[in-house]
């Protein structure tokens, strides 16, 4: 969580993260489905809905030791500032203490689950951490004695050594604040810290695609948040579609709240296709949620929220008749991969190859294939669905935290991990800002692309393997 761009170290040395093997996939949606004009692709990285924030640097923090076998390093800790989209200012710690913050990267709320925090069992301790010291709580004198501090605390050494407590149970750092009081305050917090479960999205959906048939209610969609309404708004083209956006009662929604279920009215003479709601809300986001970057800047873990806007969007396809499949798509840490899901509710089955393996959803059911990577991997998918439209899933795998090490590292970056394409790989000179518990330029490495057709429907996953070394 070191400085992306602010105070330097006062010791350098070189960690990057060794590129692993590449993997080299193709998935293939088989199913011949309704013939009509191929709809472009829907290009998203796994979201699933709440803030989305540009991170701004460091702005309160102090100073600590990395302690390994290649000595000591000297490094920042304390608080970023984000920026939300839409109106708003995070706060957050860094729980991937070995990875560079990049400037200005772009963050998504994410699940735990797509983070290293869903296989750390001390995630939990973690949030504890943040829910008892700076900056939710903000009465200094009171933390100082709580953690039998003499002299009291500034907000400099609480950020340090909230920030130090976080990694040594983020990252299993052998690390310590430099000021006194700031150790003090570390030593006190990983100490009292215990379980605390996971919070809940400030903004998510469930099911984020749904399918179905023209003439039905396409659903549900059940709205999850802490806000205490969202505002609901249909498809761009529902005037000309007819497509509403109806409760369960079939009656038009325009607002909504936790749990309320949204349905899509399609018109009974609706010709096959697809569109997307979109629900947004302002709200605090909940202290514990984690951010990740698809440029692998470091993982966040957030420790104060403004009143910020969330959003969340769902997708319905339908069709008359023939295989009718909802595709959404989610990191999962722990298979180390991405898991695809597709329901299917058509009256055939959806048939599609992944992995050399032919999968086949029969009709009114929903199954998830997971597809494994490496770690740092980035990937680019995209399944031919309904009417030839694309559905397209981008991202970077980014699951760990501890670096292998490797010195002597000179290489160049990539501006951002966009996979490779066919013919060959291209790069541009880029440098990275201080970041992260050591110095070294990205070393980047493993591109690969995997490209298979099946019955005219194909799906191109690229994985690049882009390595980010510290500082």
């Given at each position: 969580m070191i400085s992306s761009f602010s105070a330097p170290f006062a010791r350098r040395r070189g960690v990057a993260r060794l590129a692993a093997a590449t993997l080299v996939s193709g998935l293939v949606a088989a199913g011949v489905l309704a013939?009509?004009?191929?709809?472009?692709?829907?290009?998203?990285?796994?979201?699933?809905?709440?803030?989305?924030?540009?991170?701004?640097?460091?702005?309160?923090?102090?100073?600590?030791?990395?302690?390994?076998?290649?000595?000591?390093?000297?490094?920042?800790?304390?608080?970023?500032?984000?920026?939300?989209?839409?109106?708003?200012?995070?706060?957050?710690?860094?729980?991937?203490?070995?990875?560079?913050?990049?400037?200005?990267?772009?963050?998504?709320?994410?699940p735990w689950s797509g983070t290293s925090l869903g296989a750390n069992s001390d995630a939990g301790r973690i949030r504890w951490i943040l829910q008892n010291s700076y900056p939710q709580v903000n009465d200094l004198a009171s933390l100082a004695e709580k953690a039998g501090i003499d002299g009291g605390l500034t907000e400099q050494d609480a950020a340090a050594g909230t920030q130090v407590a976080i990694w040594r149970y983020s990252?299993?750092?052998?690390?310590?604040?430099?000021?006194?009081?700031?150790?003090?305050?570390?030593?006190?917090?990983q100490k009292a810290a215990h379980d605390v479960a996971e919070p809940e999205a400030s903004l998510t959906l469930a099911a984020p695609a749904v399918s179905g048939h023209p003439g039905e209610l396409v659903g549900p969609v059940t709205v999850h948040t802490d806000a205490s309404t969202v505002t609901v708004t249909p498809p761009l083209d529902a005037d000309i579609s007819g497509v509403r956006i109806v409760g369960k009662d079939g009656k038009p929604v325009t607002s909504a709240q936790d749990g309320t279920q949204l349905f899509f009215d399609v018109p009974a003479d609706a010709e096959d296709g697809s569109a997307e709601l979109t629900v947004q809300a302002s709200t605090t986001v909940p202290?514990?949620?984690?951010?990740?970057?698809?440029?692998?800047?470091?993982?966040?873990?957030?420790?104060?929220?403004?009143?910020?806007?969330?959003?969340?969007?769902?997708?319905?396809?339908?069709?008359?008749?023939?295989a009718v499949p909802a595709l959404s798509a989610a990191k999962n840490c722990a298979k180390s991969g991405v898991d695809i899901t597709v329901a299917n509710r058509g009256d055939e089955d959806f048939t599609f190859e992944l992995m050399g393996t032919e999968h086949a959803i029969p009709a009114g059911t929903s199954r998830?294939?997971?597809?494994?990577?490496?770690?740092?991997?980035?990937?680019?998918?995209?399944?031919?669905?309904?009417?030839?439209?694309?559905?397209?899933?981008?991202?970077?795998?980014?699951?760990?935290?501890?670096?292998?090490?490797?010195?002597?590292?000179?290489?160049?970056?990539?501006?951002?991990?966009?996979?490779?394409?066919?013919?060959?790989?291209?790069?541009t000179d880029t440098n990275l800002a201080e970041t992260g518990g050591s110095s070294a330029t990205p070393i980047i490495a493993g591109t690969?692309?995997?490209?298979?057709?099946?019955?005219?429907?194909?799906l191109l996953l690229v994985g690049r393997k882009e390595n980010g070394a510290r500082g």
């Open positions: 013939s009509a004009g191929a709809a472009a692709a829907d290009g998203t990285t796994q979201t699933q809905g709440g803030a989305t924030a540009t991170i701004g640097g460091l702005k309160t923090y102090g100073a600590a030791v990395i302690h390994d076998d290649s000595g000591d390093q000297e490094v920042s800790a304390g608080l970023f500032e984000m920026s939300v989209e839409g109106g708003g200012t995070l706060q957050t710690y860094c729980v991937d203490l070995y990875n560079p913050t990049q400037r200005d990267a772009k963050y998504h709320e994410t990252d299993d750092a052998d690390v310590d604040a430099v000021d006194p009081q700031a150790e003090q305050l570390a030593d006190y917090l202290v514990g949620r984690a951010f990740t970057s698809e440029s692998r800047s470091q993982t966040q873990i957030l420790a104060g929220s403004s009143e910020s806007t969330v959003s969340a969007t769902a997708t319905a396809t339908w069709a008359t008749r023939g998830t294939v997971t597809i494994p990577l490496q770690e740092d991997q980035p990937y680019d998918f995209t399944i031919n669905g309904l009417q030839g439209a694309e559905s397209r899933f981008t991202g970077v795998l980014d699951c760990k935290t501890q670096a292998a090490e490797t010195s002597d590292l000179t290489t160049q970056t990539l501006s951002e991990p966009s996979p490779a394409t066919v013919g060959g790989t291209t790069s690969a692309i995997g490209l298979v057709v099946i019955g005219g429907a194909a």
